[in-house]
C-alpha cells in the first residue's frame, strides 16, 4: 500500500500492478479517487502510446508508417474501451509502447543508454501486469539474438544492458518489495485465474480453431486492425531482401510482440479479450508499414490515399467505442444516482459489482475475491455491511450470493433494481447491521 492503511481482509492489488498503482496513487492523494480521474489517467497513457509510435518509428520505417501505425492504435477499440473503464491497460500499454521505441533506437544507433531505458520500461510493464511478459521477452530475444548471430558486438552490448537492466529492476523488486511483503503477495496472486496450455500441437490447435469461434469479442472488436497487421508481415516477407537491418529487426520484434502475443492468450484455457490488449500496438506497427507500402512514395495524391487508409483503420473501433460510451456511461450513471438515492448516510455496500455502480458516491464499498478469501468470512459482522449489491440469483458473473450468510438473499428480489448491460443488479438490505468501521 502506498498510501492509507491495509486491513485484515483486503487485498494488495499495488504488488501485482506495480507502476499503475504508484501513478494511480500520487495522482488520487493530490486530486481525489473518482472514475473521472482515473479515465483521465488512461486518456493520457493511450495518448502517451499513440505519441510515442508516431515518434519512435519515424526514423525506422519512415514518416507515413510511423503515422498510420499511429492511427491504428489511436482507433484501437479494445484499448479504448479498457481506457473509459479506468483499468490498467491503457498504463501498461504506454510503457510497452515506450519500451519499444527505446527498443528500435537500440537497434538503429546500438545505444547502451536507450538499451537500458528499454529493459527498466520492459520491467515497469511487467510489474503492472504480468501479462507483459511476452513481449518484453519478444523485444529482448530481438535486441540480443540478432546481434549475437551477426556477432556485432557494439549491438550486442547494448542489447544486454537492456537485458541487465530489465533483471535488475525484477531483482531489487523481489528483494525491496516481494520478499517484506511475501504474504499479502501470495494473496494478491491467488486471485489470478489458473491458465492452462496444450501439451500437444493438435491440442494446441484445436484451442486455435475454438479461440477463431469464441474469443470474448476480440477478434471481431479489433478486426480492421488485424487485417491491416496480416497485410504488414505479407508486406514484410515480400520486401525483406530490401529492407535495412533497422527496419528488419523492428518489424520482428512488432511481429513477435503482436502476434506472439496474441497466439499465447489463444491456446490458453482462459483468455478474455483484455488479455490482447498489450498486443495491440506491435500490430499497429505491421500495419502501419503495411498501409504505407500500399501507396507507392510517388504515388499522386499520396497524402490523401495515406489519411483515407487511416481513417478506414481506426474509424471502425473508434466508432464503435463511441456508441458503446454513450450508451453504457449514461446506464452507469442513471444506475448510481438510482442506488446512491436509497442509500442513507454511512451505508457500507458489499458485492462484486459495488465498486463499478457506486465508486463516486459517499458510502463505503466492500469488494470480495473469493479465490483468495479476501471479505468472504462472514462480511456483515466484520465490516457491518448494511447493504449487498448483487446480480439476480444464478448469474454466473458475481460470486456475492455465494458467499456464506448471504445465501439467502438469493430468493429476494431487493430494495430495487437497477439494469448494467446484460444484468439486473438489486440492492438488498441487511436488518439490523450497523457500520463498525470495516476496510475501506
Not at 504474504?183 to 479461440?211: C, F, K, M, N, S
Not at 469479442?217 to 508486406?235: F, R, Y
Not at 496474441?262 to 482462459?270: C, E, F, K, P, S
Request: no cysteine; hydrophobic share 55%.
Amino acid at each position: 500500500m502506498l498510501f492509507g492503511e491495509f486491513a485484515t481482509g483486503d487485498v494488495d492489488r499495488s504488488l501485482t500492478n506495480g507502476a499503475y498503482s504508484a501513478i494511480a496513487a500520487t495522482v488520487f492523494r493530490a486530486t481525489a479517487p473518482k472514475l473521472v480521474i482515473g479515465r483521465a489517467i488512461s486518456v493520457v497513457a493511450v495518448a502517451l502510446a499513440v505519441l510515442l509510435l508516431a515518434v519512435g518509428l519515424a526514423e525506422s520505417l519512415g514518416t507515413a508508417a510511423a503515422l498510420l501505425a499511429a492511427a491504428s492504435l489511436a482507433g484501437a477499440n479494445l484499448l479504448l474501451e479498457y481506457g473509459r473503464l479506468a483499468m490498467v491497460e491503457p498504463t501498461l500499454v504506454a510503457f510497452l509502447t515506450g519500451a519499444f521505441a527505446l527498443a528500435v533506437r537500440t537497434v538503429r544507433h546500438r545505444s547502451p543508454w536507450a538499451g537500458a531505458g528499454t529493459g527498466l520500461l520492459l520491467a515497469a510493464a511487467v510489474s503492472i501486469k504480468a501479462t507483459a511478459v511476452g513481449s518484453a521477452l519478444a523485444v529482448l530475444a530481438v535486441l540480443v539474438g540478432p546481434a549475437a548471430w551477426r556477432r556485432d558486438r557494439q549491438a550486442l552490448m547494448a542489447g544486454l544492458t537492456a537485458l541487465g537492466a530489465a533483471i535488475a529492476a525484477a531483482s531489487s523488486w523481489v528483494l525491496l518489495v516481494a520478499l517484506p511483503n511475501l504474504e499479502r503477495l501470495q494473496t494478491a496472486v491467488r486471485i489470478w485465474p489458473a491458465v492452462r496450455y496444450p501439451h500437444t500441437p493438435w491440442d494446441a490447435l484445436r484451442r486455435l480453431g475454438r479461440y477463431a469461434i469464441v474469443s470474448d469479442h476480440a477478434i471481431i472488436l479489433t478486426a480492421p486492425l488485424l487485417l491491416a497487421a496480416i497485410l504488414g508481415v505479407a508486406v514484410l516477407g515480400w520486401r525483406w531482401r530490401s529492407l535495412d537491418r533497422g527496419a528488419r529487426d523492428t518489424l520482428v520484434m512488432a511481429a513477435l510482440w503482436g502476434f506472439g502475443l496474441w497466439l499465447v492468450v489463444a491456446i490458453g484455457t482462459y483468455g478474455p479479450n483484455r488479455y490482447v490488449v498489450p498486443a495491440l500496438p506491435g500490430l499497429a506497427v505491421l500495419a502501419g508499414f503495411g498501409l504505407a507500402t500500399v501507396v507507392p512514395p510517388l504515388a499522386r495524391g499520396r497524402a490523401g490515399l495515406l489519411a483515407a487508409l487511416a481513417v478506414t483503420v481506426a474509424l471502425p473501433g473508434t466508432a464503435q467505442y463511441l456508441h458503446d460510451a454513450a450508451a453504457s456511461g449514461h446506464q452507469r450513471e442513471r444506475g448510481q444516482r438510482t442506488l446512491a438515492a436509497v442509500l442513507p448516510e454511512g451505508a457500507v455496500v458489499y458485492g462484486a459489482y459495488a465498486p463499478t455502480l457506486l465508486f463516486d458516491t459517499r458510502a463505503e464499498l466492500l469488494t470480495l475475491w473469493p479465490s483468495a478469501g479476501a471479505n468472504t468470512d462472514d462480511p456483515v459482522g466484520r465490516f457491518g455491511v448494511t447493504h449487498v449489491l448483487a446480480a439476480t440469483a444464478g448469474d454466473l458473473t458475481d460470486p456475492t450470493l455465494r458467499v456464506a450468510g448471504l445465501q439467502p438473499l438469493q430468493q429476494a428480489d431487493g430494495v430495487i433494481q437497477v439494469p448494467w448491460g446484460h444484468h439486473t443488479l438489486h440492492l438488498h438490505e441487511i436488518p439490523f447491521s450497523h457500520p463498525s468501521g470495516g476496510s475501506p
